[in-house]
Each structure stands twice: as structure tokens, then as C-alpha cells.
């Protein structure tokens, strides 16, 4: 817009409503189970359910639920709806909250397993001819690969 490469009117046009319904509804889905104390609650039930589990694994059991989660919503709505939790699994665990905030970013950015995880999954996936099998085959090993190399690397940067 700055450079006028591009108008207001082709700005107006390239914004999807749906997208926008994502985020928005994302948002007050993410402050509803804030309130409600489910978010609570969902961290008190992800600590019984890994308690006996180095932290490490913690991390790891996290990310891998969030990939889950934003492969069958959005990475927005993961994220605003994880982020929450992490917190909450640290303050159960007294350990700082960093690692667990960083594997929730990882974790709903392992969106490629799924087309619809992703806006450009959806756009690549029709411009390429892909089936959505195409994207369980190379996105779910990806997301392995990915998820068991960071829940290495975050605990170097972000100790407990």
C-alpha cells in the first residue's frame, strides 16, 4: 500500500472471510476456556496423564498434541488455545513456563500433515494437484522428524 504496488480495493480482495472467522472465533474460543477454567483443568489432566515422565517427554507429549490439534484446526486457534495450558502445566510442575510457551509455538506450527491445517496447504494442494494423502505421506514423517529434534533443542535454550 506504502509503495502502491498494491490498493485498497486489491487489499480488501485478497482478505478471506473465513480466515478472519478463524481468528476471530479462535480468540473467544481461547478466552471462553480461559474463564470457564478449563484451561486449568486440561493442564491438572495433561500432568496425571505424563506424571512418572521426564520433562523433556512433557515437552515432547505437548508438542505433539498441539501438531495434532492444529492439523485438524488452525494454528491460531492451537496456539491461543495451548498457550494458556502450557502455562498452567508449568505453574503444576513449579518449573518455568518459557519451554512450554516455545513448545506450543513449535508444536502448532507442524501444520503440513493435513491441507486444511494451513492456508497454503489448501492453495498448493489445488495448484499442485495433491491429494490429501500426498500430505499425510510427507508431512506426518516431517512432523516426527521435526517434533523429536526440538524437544531436544528447546530444553538447551530454554532450561526448566
Same mark, same amino acid.
Not at 480495493?9 to 471462553?32: F, N, Y
Not at 494423502?133 to 508431512?139: A, E, H, K, N, Q
Given at each position: 500500500?506504502?509503495?502502491r504496488c498494491? &490498493?485498497?480495493?486489491e487489499?480488501g480482495?485478497?482478505?478471506? $472471510?473465513?480466515v478472519?472467522?478463524?481468528v476471530v472465533?479462535?480468540?473467544?474460543l *481461547? =478466552?471462553?476456556?480461559t474463564?470457564?477454567g478449563a484451561t486449568?483443568?486440561?493442564a491438572?489432566?495433561?500432568? @496425571?496423564? &505424563?506424571? *512418572?515422565?521426564?520433562?523433556? &517427554?512433557?515437552? *515432547?507429549?505437548? #508438542?505433539l498434541?498441539?501438531?495434532?490439534?492444529?492439523n485438524?484446526?488452525?494454528?491460531?486457534?492451537?496456539?491461543?488455545i *495451548?498457550?494458556?495450558i502450557?502455562? $498452567?502445566?508449568?505453574?503444576q510442575?513449579?518449573?518455568a513456563p518459557?519451554p512450554?510457551?516455545?513448545?506450543?509455538?513449535?508444536?502448532?506450527?507442524l501444520?503440513?500433515?493435513?491441507p486444511?491445517? +494451513?492456508?497454503?496447504?489448501?492453495l498448493? =494442494?489445488h495448484a499442485? !494437484? +495433491? /491429494?490429501?494423502v500426498?500430505?499425510? !505421506? @510427507?508431512g506426518?514423517?516431517?512432523? @516426527?522428524? #521435526?517434533?523429536?529434534? +526440538? =524437544?531436544f533443542?528447546?530444553? /538447551?535454550?530454554?532450561?526448566?
Amino acid at each position: 500500500l506504502v509503495s502502491r504496488c498494491l &490498493t485498497w480495493k486489491e487489499a480488501g480482495k485478497g482478505l478471506s $472471510g473465513q480466515v478472519v472467522m478463524i481468528v476471530v472465533t479462535s480468540l473467544a474460543l *481461547g =478466552m471462553a476456556l480461559t474463564a470457564t477454567g478449563a484451561t486449568d483443568f486440561i493442564a491438572k489432566l495433561f500432568v @496425571v496423564l &505424563t506424571s *512418572g515422565l521426564s520433562h523433556t &517427554t512433557m515437552l *515432547g507429549a505437548l #508438542m505433539l498434541l498441539m501438531a495434532l490439534l492444529t492439523n485438524i484446526l488452525s494454528n491460531n486457534a492451537a496456539g491461543i488455545i *495451548g498457550t494458556p495450558i502450557a502455562i $498452567g502445566i508449568a505453574k503444576q510442575l513449579s518449573l518455568a513456563p518459557e519451554p512450554f510457551v516455545i513448545a506450543i509455538i513449535v508444536g502448532v506450527n507442524l501444520s503440513f500433515a493435513t491441507p486444511m491445517a +494451513y492456508q497454503t496447504n489448501l492453495l498448493v =494442494m489445488h495448484a499442485g !494437484r +495433491y /491429494r490429501f494423502v500426498d500430505f499425510l !505421506r @510427507v508431512g506426518v514423517p516431517l512432523a @516426527v522428524l #521435526m517434533l523429536a529434534g +526440538y =524437544m531436544f533443542v528447546i530444553p /538447551r535454550f530454554f532450561p526448566f
